[in-house]
């Protein structure tokens, strides 16, 4: 299986527990009361679930994986998300390699590596998709020695674009022990995963709504989802 693919794999299986647990929500655990809403997006709710490895993930190898590094690390397996609605409040387009692409001055050398980029998906798809594994491999390898940083801009503008108008639209989590005292704050931008018919919805405008959701680290009791000023 190549990296392509496992990117792919993980994803699906990460969006479809998404959109399974996000259907209903409860009230959440906040330990204090930060800005909820700016003039990008609003926080609608947002709710936690626990889950095993086998309810989380629909791959045998990924549960084992999992079990095993938890055994190793003394931790539990269980895995706990918190699942956070988000209503954009202006639209918003993802950006994607078309987009960048489109900023840059016709044939300069930032025009040129994004389309270069994007040859790229379409050739490693296309030979993946006749059964041309090792051919694929092949390009793929020749790819990076011009473009080393070509798994990380596949990923972030093709596979996983976001919705990155504004820091605005960042939701950010702070998380809390037991004690009170904060452990840490994570943050990420939405990721465009919608469907709009068969294409993956790339604009959000104002009233759509989109899921966000983070791995709750261990240890935590409570936490806090919001976004900046």
Request: proline letters at 4%; charged letters at 25%; hydrophobic letters at 35%.
């Amino acid at each position: 299986m190549t990296r392509l693919r496992n990117v792919v794999v993980a994803a699906a299986l990460i969006f479809s527990a998404v959109n399974a647990w996000c259907g209903e929500y409860v009230n959440p655990k906040s330990s204090t009361a930060r800005q909820k809403e700016n003039d990008w997006v609003m926080i609608e709710r947002y709710r936690d679930v626990k889950m095993t490895p086998e309810e989380y993930y629909d791959d045998k190898d990924m549960v084992k994986m999992v079990r095993d590094a938890a055994q190793m690390t003394g931790t539990p397996a269980n895995i706990h998300m918190l699942y956070v609605k988000v209503q954009f409040l202006k639209k918003c387009d993802a950006t994607t390699i078309s987009k960048m692409s489109d900023k840059e001055e016709l044939m300069s050398p930032m025009f040129v590596r994004w389309t270069s980029i994007s040859a790229y998906i379409f050739g490693y798809g296309t030979l993946m998709g006749e059964g041309k594994k090792e051919e694929a491999e092949t390009y793929r390898a020749k790819t990076l020695k011009t473009i080393p940083d070509l798994d990380e801009m596949v990923s972030k503008y093709y596979l996983f674009p976001l919705y990155d108008c504004s820091y605005k639209t960042k939701i950010n989590v702070t998380y809390f022990y037991a004690s009170g005292s904060e452990m840490k704050t994570e943050s990420q931008y939405p990721v465009a995963t919608g469907t709009e018919g068969d294409k993956r919805k790339l604009t959000v405008f104002p009233g759509d709504t989109v899921n966000v959701s983070f791995t709750i680290p261990h240890g935590v009791e409570t936490w806090d989802v919001w976004v900046s000023k």
